[in-house]
């Protein structure tokens, strides 16, 4: 584990060694301005819709701030307009519909019913767009122009890009577009989720004032690239097209005999969520993949389009799509700003991050020996500073291993060519007994996930789907292995999933372990999910949906009576996302009662901190950075006894405490107990370059940092913490 491990000096000791104190800071100035005390709270939750708007702000601030190489912020940019998209397909949608039933369905924490909910969503997702195209158009446009990256507007190419563009449109866009006329005798199309389209406004020979101008659509393939750069072969800077301008220019090149009176983009989003009766469907998987076809065909709930469409056009597209006006969204730009990750990909490494190759040091790094090691110790491994391929090794040995007999393994999200499906493939030919649970519902990855399944089952694996009604969200991988004193068990238990694609871009965290008490646990989870169990007993582990909300109520309660009685009583939890009540309540009980509360909430948080007589000892911070803070951990103080701390798959929400499988694991080992006390909570709670601290009134200001003391990047740390790693090793 990187905690024993030499790690570089650091910047920001002082303020770590604070933070683990426990005690009070004054209010510090930063940058010349003394922050602003908070302002006195309206609500005793925030509204999950409006935090999770405010998460995505950050995500765009990242794309605003010039502290990120410029491709940096071009894909903080792109994330922030996917993100956007997945909130309209599930959440945005959500509410419509709760909307249009009459307000049926849970109320949202803060009491808000779904139409006040979708007003307030609208004024805030308006301004955030308008951002978004201001720092597109105003900064980025711009500082890449300077580095020699240029975009065109048709306007704008000169004679041999015009050339380019006509030659390319001939040979490349025109042979696999369809223009679909709008008229009596051609019915509105069914336009596809989140595809482009462009609508055109012809005007016939002849065509007097007040005629009505004949219209088409032009439904653009996805497999046409967004984004063309202009005559590659070309020496000098780079210069790029957006493909809705080249299909506008050339679009009178479909209708001959017509004159192009005006082309514009747009863009559908439709309902993508899958409403699925489990118990009702007689095969699981053949009904996803039903639902899945309908997906695309869900009901509108947001229109992107050009700012300039004349009101006719825009009027029809409306009336077609039955959507009201605040659902649309008239962009002055290109539509679909994730089409510009593609950009990233460009040859420019003097505008991204250094690059950065997880280091495999751990003492699993000699896979042949992976389950000796184990037998004496467990290792904790901190992706993606750590490598991910442990995780792989952990499976692909258990496959080839003569003396392990049985492999189980959750699968929720994978990669495309996973290595962990191949060796459970492998696993399985070479006879031994494999056992697969494949969570088939794993948003947006239905048809990845289907594909695994059948892929697994024609290998001879026992695939299973786990508990009706929930979806299997847990990271666990157990082998059982046949050894001299008996069988043993050895598992693996995350925080994220098996897929070493995102394992270098999540920061997630990897327990292997052989301890007897742990591993006996896992085993029942799997005879659990496998089987038939209503209410299985697990002694370390805590599981969802069995214990895991009772227990981490306990563990608050322990706190609160300890603070209580006058005792030192402290909590640091690092997640996702804060949205259950019971447990927002019992945080406040224990801040009333004097438990000092740490919260580094990455996204949604409903809980209001600093709220004098409610909150005052709470502290909620979110750290947005080069990867995705990913990892879940829980540390409770404990007095009287060793400190509580666990890892694991679930964020402290209700479709995770009672409608998902998850597993929170404890941490055993003193060495990996001090890391994840002293490294992990200790550099993130002195983060002053990322870390944005979560005020009264719901906003988010830059955590104050001493008074000329340099900003400090947890993120930057570890990762120079494990290039010292690799350097020690080489120099050894």
């Known amino acids: 584990m990187a905690a024993k491990s030499p790690a570089p000096a650091r910047a920001a000791a002082s303020p770590a060694a604070a933070v683990m104190r426990g005690g009070d800071s004054a209010p510090s100035v930063q940058d010349g301005t003394v922050p602003a005390k908070p302002a006195k709270a309206t609500a005793t939750y925030f509204n999950r819709e409006l935090s999770w708007l405010a998460f995505n702000r950050r995500v765009l601030e990242q794309a605003q701030s010039e502290r990120h190489p410029l491709l940096e912020r071009v894909k903080f940019l792109a994330i922030f307009s996917s993100n956007l998209d997945e909130f309209f397909e599930i959440r945005v949608a959500g509410l419509i519909q709760q909307a249009d039933d009459g307000g049926v369905g849970e109320p949202s924490i803060d009491g808000l019913d779904a139409r006040v909910q979708l007003h307030r969503i609208h004024s805030v997702v308006a301004s955030l767009v308008e951002d978004q195209y201001k720092c597109w158009h105003g900064q980025i446009m711009p500082a890449l122009a300077r580095e020699g990256v240029l975009f065109r507007t048709a306007k704008e190419l000169t004679a041999s890009e015009l050339g380019w563009v006509e030659n390319y449109f001939r040979e490349q866009v025109y042979p696999v577009l369809t223009p679909l006329a709008l008229d009596q005798s051609h019915p509105f199309p069914q336009l596809g989720n989140k595809t482009l389209n462009i609508v055109v406004s012809l005007v016939e020979p002849g065509a007097v004032a007040g005629d009505v101008a004949p219209v088409a659509l032009l439904p653009v393939p996805r497999i046409l690239p967004r984004l063309v750069r202009l005559e590659p072969a070309t020496a000098g800077p780079q210069r790029f097209i957006f493909l809705t301008d080249i299909i506008k220019l ?27 009766d489990e118990e009702e469907a007689e095969n699981l998987l053949k009904k996803i993949e039903e639902e899945l076809r309908n997906r695309r065909r869900g009901a509108a709930v947001r229109l992107e389009i050009e700012d300039s469409v004349p009101d006719a056009i825009f009027t029809t597209l409306c009336e077609h799509l039955a959507l009201s006006h605040e659902y649309v969204f008239r962009l002055a730009g290109p539509l679909n700003l994730l089409r510009l990750l593609s950009l990233c990909d460009t040859d420019r490494p003097d505008l991204k991050h250094p690059p950065f190759t997880p280091v495999n040091l751990s003492p699993l790094r000699e896979p042949a020996r992976i389950f000796d090691t184990l037998r004496g110790q467990d290792v904790l491994l901190h992706h993606p500073y750590d490598s991910f391929q442990p995780v792989v ?25 996973s290595p962990v499906v191949r060796a459970l493939m492998e696993a399985s030919r070479n006879g031994k007994q494999v056992t697969a649970l494949v969570e088939l519902r794993a948003r947006f990855d239905e048809a990845n996930n289907i594909q695994w399944a059948k892929q697994l089952e024609e290998a001879g694996v026992h695939v299973v789907y786990g508990l009706v009604g929930h979806k299997t969200h847990c990271k666990c991988s157990l082998v059982v292995r046949r050894e001299e004193r008996g069988l043993r068990h050895y598992a693996h238990l995350g925080t994220g999933n098996y897929n070493p694609r995102t394992a270098r871009l999540y920061t997630d965290l990897s327990l292997f372990t052989a301890r007897a008490d742990l591993t006996a646990d896992v085993a029942n989870l799997f005879n659990t999910l496998t089987g038939y169990s209503r209410a299985p007993v697990f002694t370390r582990l805590l599981v969802a949906p069995f214990n895991l909300h009772e227990r981490i109520l306990a563990h608050i309660a322990r706190e609160t009576e300890h603070a209580a009685a006058g005792r ?6 690092k997640m996702n996302s804060l949205v259950d009540k019971t447990v927002i309540d019992a945080l406040y009980a224990a801040s009333q009662a004097g438990v000092m509360i740490e919260l580094i909430i990455r996204g949604i948080c409903c809980l209001v901190p600093g709220v004098r007589g409610l909150s005052e000892r709470i502290r909620v911070r979110s750290v947005v950075s080069r990867f995705l803070e ?11 006894g060793v400190p509580l701390i666990y890892a694991g798959s ?33 550099m993130e709670l002195a983060d002053t370059a990322n870390a944005r601290e979560l005020q009264a009134d719901g906003s988010y200001l830059p955590v104050a940092r001493t008074d000329g003391a340099p900003a400090f990047s947890a993120q930057n740390y570890f990762i120079a913490a494990a290039g ?8 050894v």
């Not at 050339?250 to 747009?266: E, K, M, N």
């Not at 030192?568 to 939890?573: G, T």
């Not at 990913?630 to 009287?640: I, L, S, V």
Request: aromatic share 14%; proline share 5%; hydrophobic share 45%.
């Open 724 to 731: 010292q790693r690799a350097l020690t090793v080489t120099a």
């Open 393 to 417: 090794d952990f499976v692909e040995q258990a496959a080839r291993d003569p003396a392990v007999f049985a492999l189980k393994q959750t699968l929720y999200r994978t990669s495309g060519d």
């Open 650 to 682: 679930a964020d402290w929400m209700p479709r995770n405490f009672f409608r998902r499988v998850e597993v929170v694991f404890p941490v055993d080992d003193p060495a990996l107990r001090r890391w994840v006390t002293e490294e992990l909570f200790g």
């Open 250 to 276: 050339c679009a009178g090149t479909l209708f001959p005999g017509y004159t192009v009176g005006s082309a514009h983009a747009f863009r559908v989003t439709r309902n993508s969520d899958l409403y699925i």
């Open 568 to 573: 030192p009583a402290r909590i640091m939890v």
């Open 630 to 640: 990913h990892a879940r951990a829980f540390y409770f103080q404990n007095d009287g």
